[in-house]
């Protein structure tokens, strides 16, 4: 086996050491596919792309639900230097199109549920997208105008493709919504995300022969990370098309899970489970959660079932990493998200860049091998993003004396609600266009459901306002769960003197909880 780092490559090593274990276990198409079977098919669909002609460094969309096919076609392509741009499904046409054009995608693999969605965005033409190769993952719902994705790997050769990409070559663009209400694209090579596999498995409690039930969708980092490190490790990974709490325990008991990530609104969606007591989870070490901070009362409640909730913080800029909180540490430091993780450094500052003491709070600064290579075609948001090899988070925590970081808030605003980044931003510019608005401030309130939603706090053009229609007017333009839970209505939106609006000002006014 190559030395090589290529990510693609280390399925195929995997294979070598274990070509008999079970890789995945697709649940909802009840497929079973050793690592053997697994890294077969990647071949077939990596060289199924390459006779479309595509090249190292040429993007490659994928929009699919949790499903084996979607690993098939993220360590394929990436054997052969194609770059991956997972989307995120619950995004609208409108939404996906900018996505797709920024980032210069020509070829998309779709899971043939969202065909109606693709066939918007062919309509479009050039202006929507620079896609000239469409792969339908089926079966049997494959358009006229698409190719079936089980007759391209038939088709296909077998053997490794012989294109290779290197330590530096890009592996995937993964969009995150920008502050300014349009996504930016954070680049990773096959170095960045090695160094993340490196220091996860350096910092996290994983064993060989750990099953992980994979319940985030693929399109998250905190999904697409662990699904690798699977690979790496050679685990055997548990796939489910989406999250459902009483399939998650049933999983739980059936499948003899070890680990899992879950955010915290999953998590709380499971001990609603009626009778859940009835379930067996002794399998169970721990579940990591992360995207927002874990209630204690959540933690201390799986902490009497014997379950460790283990806290990460990352974001798609660090590959995942940032920081966790270890096995040993869970329970007497309940409520924090750990220490920085293996290979990574951490600093809280002030405004002026100085650490802060212990109990102060500051903006979170990450610096490691595993940060992002850039935002894609944006060199100044990533020079304002990296300086001096440090990545500004923009988020504020605090440290004690032991450096244990403890998350306080978000100095962008993001929404963080069921796990789905919300930026206020892209929602304020959709409801500005209503000819109703006068003015917008969009916060996030609490709400026991999503851990966050977005509420709309207007000013009204004219003497009154419709609800319904405004939140109505949002169907379509933003993806469902970006669209305000309610709306509140205000004489004036309060601003700084340079036109900031004062966010803070907002969330003491109305703190929710946010309507249901």
């Known amino acids: 086996m190559s030395s090589n ?24 198409s009840d497929r079973r596919l050793t690592y053997t079977e ?41 054997k052969a230097g194609l770059v991956i741009m997972p989307l995120n499904w619950r995004l609208t046409a409108e939404e996906l199109s900018f996505i797709l054009k920024d980032g210069g995608a020509t070829t998309i693999i779709f899971d043939g549920e969202f065909t109606p969605v693709v066939e918007q965005i062919r309509a479009m033409g050039a202006d929507g997208s620079d896609l000239a190769n469409f792969v339908c993952i089926g079966p049997d719902n494959t358009p006229d105008w698409a190719i079936d994705y089980d007759a391209m790997l038939e088709r296909s050769s077998p053997e490794e493709p012989g294109v290779k990409a290197g330590p530096d070559d890009n592996i995937f663009i993964m969009y995150t919504s920008g502050t300014t209400g349009h996504p930016k694209g954070v680049v990773h090579t096959h170095n960045t995300l090695m160094w993340g596999l490196l220091t996860f498995n350096a910092t996290a409690d994983t064993h060989f022969n750990d099953r992980y039930l994979l319940v985030m969708p693929m399109f998250h980092v905190g999904a697409l990370t662990p699904l690798i490190s699977s690979v790496y490790l050679g685990t055997t990974l548990v796939m489910c098309r989406s999250f459902d709490p009483v399939k998650t325990w049933e999983l739980i ?38 995207a927002a901070p874990v209630p204690a009362s959540l933690i ?39 220490k920085a993780f293996f290979h990574t450094d ?44 440090w990545l500004h988070t923009g988020d504020i925590a605090s440290w004690d004396e032991e450096r244990f970081v403890t998350i306080q808030d978000r100095m962008k605003d993001m929404i963080i609600s069921g796990g789905e980044n ?29 851990g966050e939603s977005p509420v709309a706090v207007i000013v009204p053009a004219g003497e009154s306002v419709d609800e319904a229609a405004l939140l109505a007017y949002c169907e379509g333009k933003l993806a469902r769960f970006k669209i305000p839970k309610g709306v509140v209505v205000v004489d004036a939106i309060p601003r700084n003197p340079s036109g900031k609006i004062l966010k803070r000002i907002l969330r003491e006014q109305f703190p929710g909880p946010a309507p249901e």
């Not at 802060?356 to 060199?379: A, D, L, N, S, T």
């Open 253 to 290: 008991e059936q499948e003899r899970i070890t680990t899992s990530l879950a955010v915290p609104a999953m998590l709380n969606f499971m001990l609603q489970v009626p009778d859940y007591e009835r379930y067996d989870w002794s399998s169970v070490r721990y579940f990591a959660s992360g």
């Open 300 to 338: 201390e409640t799986y902490m009497a079932m014997g379950i460790q909730i283990n806290q990460i913080y990352g974001m798609t800029e660090t590959c995942g990493p940032a920081c966790m909180i270890g096995p040993d540490d869970a329970v007497a430091k309940i409520g924090s998200t750990g």
């Open 422 to 450: 919300i930026y206020p931003a892209e929602v304020e510019n959709v409801l500005l266009q209503h000819p109703d608005i006068a003015d917008v401030a969009v916060i996030g309130q609490q709400s026991a459901k999503w």
């Open 5 to 28: 780092v290529n990510i693609g490559e280390f399925l195929a090593t995997r294979t070598f050491l274990n070509p008999h274990k079970e890789a995945l276990y697709d649940v909802d």
């Open 38 to 78: 697994l890294n077969e098919r990647t071949n077939r669909c990596c060289n199924g792309l390459l006779e479309f002609g595509l090249q190292k460094g040429d993007r490659v969309a994928l929009l699919s639900h949790n499903r084996h096919e979607f690993a098939e076609s993220f360590f394929g392509p990436t």
């Open 346 to 389: 951490v600093r809280i500052v002030d405004a002026d860049g100085n650490d802060q003491p212990p109990g102060e709070p500051g903006e979170v600064w990450v610096r490691g091998p595993h940060i992002m290579k850039e935002y894609w075609k944006r060199p100044d948001a990533t020079a304002e993003t990296i300086v001096d090899g």
